[in-house]
């Protein structure tokens, strides 16, 4: 009553100013244009006019105005929905998939209900089919008690804003993955730009420490990183999660998807975050607002008065939760998990490094696990090859993967190089290790596996007899070795080229001449002195042919004979 005769009020004005429209009407009493036109026109078909005054609105034009807009209904409501009783078993069907059709829609169902000549407002259809044909209908929920002290902490991952980063200078998204206490609504935010894994892992161990403690049960979202396969019953786990709640001690429950009511702890809490600890800051860097955000979650939404619980988040987590926390686990080492094939060449690649396997694993795909110190290789869970940690670029080969005889050619082992071929003879040994003595030795590699080819060809046995005879005449090449093995003349002896000339020449003499006694120095005679104190003078005869005589006296050779006298010193 007191709406539609302040619409009425209204309309009529005051004396001497400007008359209102509809639009200034409805504006100044709250209501609907369409509504307020209706009301004047009830009340002009009544008999008000605009010249009127105010007392001419009494109840009873008032009555009749609101028996004309609102007419009785002795059932609550209205001509249309008796009309829609008719058609009430028709539209169940349509709300609920009449066969191979599927649920129709408000509007589809309002436009065949016109073919058949019911035609009503789209609202009151709305309402029909909802209270009495199942459309839109809700599930009834109830209340989940909240556990132990200790026992659940429920996270998620919500989004924040942008932060400018100052390594890169740009501007990047920044989460916030949020841990909320179940029981104590106690919360920890750790602000992060990336959604991975090892993000994951480290807010949890930030949030570990800030709580002094780690709950026995984590209820995620269906995190890619935590979550590979969601099933309501059976979720399977990626096995980097996997590993780590094996670390720290808790057990994974993950929300079903699509289920925010899994986990309504949390769900609320993101937009407290975004609007109670994020709007309206600046932050320099990353940091800093990690540092703030620990902050905040201490003083100001550990401190604030609960409106479910009725008391400080920060009170009760002390009082209840933080006794009965698990222990804060060492320091988790983030590995990588992943599956590499096996090559060829007897190696796989993690992290862009190659790791030496087993012949009999190429071809096969494996299962790796590398953490910062060791890369480990499973094969359907059995143990088959752990290596030391490599960096990018870097290799490790165990020699006991390699084919034996591929060994020293890949690894460069001069010392297992030089012990096979030692093994076919000791002078076979010998020769490729002189072979080898050079300062870049793993250039001659080749010759020395020319040398076993030898050994394959021939035999141990001629080869070692070629290289003991090409030892004995210091010939250190493995093409005269091969030279001797075809011509068959390793057992031969050389003939060594001759000494000299058979006829004498103009300048031979004859070895005596060469042939001196021991002599002392001169003891003051001139006269030099063997040991007997007796001076000694030799004389050779002249030289064949030559017609010279030759006098040798102490140091000095006298040529007798010719046109000049010549001393020629020893």
């Known amino acids: 009553m007191n709406e539609v005769k302040e619409v009425l009020r ?73 009309r829609l009783l008719g058609f009430e078993d028709q539209i169940t069907a349509w709300v609920a998939g009449d066969g191979p059709h599927p649920p129709l829609t408000i509007t589809k169902i309002e436009t065949l209900l016109a073919r ?21 209908r809700r599930d009834t929920t109830v209340r989940v008690v909240d556990g132990d002290p200790g026992s659940e902490c429920q996270i998620d991952f919500g989004y924040l804003g942008y932060l400018t980063d100052p390594e890169t200078g740009r501007r990047r998204k920044v989460h916030a993955l949020i841990f909320t206490a179940v029981y104590s609504r106690h919360m920890f935010v750790w602000l992060t730009y990336s959604q991975t894994l090892a993000a994951v892992i480290a807010g949890c161990a930030a949030a570990w420490t800030f709580f002094g403690g780690v709950f026995r049960v984590l209820i995620p979202d269906n995190l890619k990183p935590v979550v590979t396969e969601a099933d309501a019953v059976n979720p399977r786990l990626s096995q980097g999660w996997l590993d780590y709640a094996q670390h720290t001690g808790f057990v994974t429950d993950p929300a079903r998807i699509r289920s925010p009511k899994d986990k309504p702890r949390v769900e609320r809490v993101v937009q407290y975050v975004r609007g109670n600890y994020w ?49 804060v686990p060492p ?72 084919p034996t005889e591929k060994v020293g050619y890949a690894m460069r082992d001069l010392d297992r190089l030089i012990g096979t071929c030692a093994g076919h003879g000791r002078a076979v040994g010998i020769y490729a290790e002189r072979l080898l003595d050079d300062p870049l030795p793993w250039i001659r590699m080749r010759a020395v596996y020319r040398l076993l080819g030898l050994v394959r060809r021939y035999g141990p ?67 030099a002195t063997t040991g007997t104190g007796v001076a000694t003078e030799r004389t050779t005869p002249a030289t064949a042919g030559t017609g010279v005589a030759t006098e040798r006296t102490g140091h000095l050779t006298v040529i007798v004979g010719g046109n000049t006298d010549t001393k020629e010193t020893r």
């Open 10 to 82: 209204v309309w009529l004005g005051v004396p001497g100013s400007r008359t209102p429209g509809l639009r200034a009407i409805a504006a100044h009493c709250g209501v609907d244009r369409k509504t307020a036109r209706r009301y004047i026109e009830a009340a002009q078909a009544a008999g008000l006019q605009r010249t009127d005054g105010v007392d001419a609105l009494d109840d009873g034009l008032i009555g009749t105005v609101i028996e004309a807009v609102r007419p009785a209904r002795p059932n609550g409501h209205g001509p249309a929905w008796d």
């Open 116 to 136: 058949q000549g019911c035609v009503v407002p789209y609202r009151t259809l709305h309402r029909f089919a909802t209270e009495r044909c199942g459309f839109g």
């Open 279 to 327: 709007a309206g800051e600046d932050f320099a860097d990353l940091a800093e607002a990690q540092q703030r955000a620990e902050a905040w979650c201490r003083d100001t939404a550990g401190m604030r008065t609960h409106g479910t619980t009725a008391a400080r988040p920060l009170e009760v987590f002390d009082a209840d939760e933080a006794p009965v926390l698990l222990p």
């Open 461 to 527: 046995g001629p080869v070692d007899t070629a290289c003991s005879t090409a030892l004995d005449l210091d010939v250190v090449s493995v093409s005269k070795i091969a030279s001797m093995l075809e011509r068959a003349t390793e057992t031969t002896a050389p003939l060594l080229p001759a000494a000299g000339s058979a006829a004498p020449s103009r300048f031979t003499r004859d070895p005596a001449e060469f042939a001196t006694d021991r002599t002392t120095p001169a003891t003051g005679t001139g006269v």
């Open 331 to 402: 320091v988790y080492d983030v590995p990588i998990f992943k599956q590499v094939k096996v090559h060829r060449d007897f190696h796989a690649e993690v992290a862009k490094a190659l790791y030496s396997i087993p012949g009999q694993w190429i071809g096969s795909t494996l299962e790796v696990r590398a953490d910062s110190a060791l890369v480990k290789f499973y094969a359907r869970g059995t143990l088959v090859k752990v290596h030391p940690r490599q960096p990018a670029g870097g290799r490790s080969t165990d020699p006991e993967d390699l």
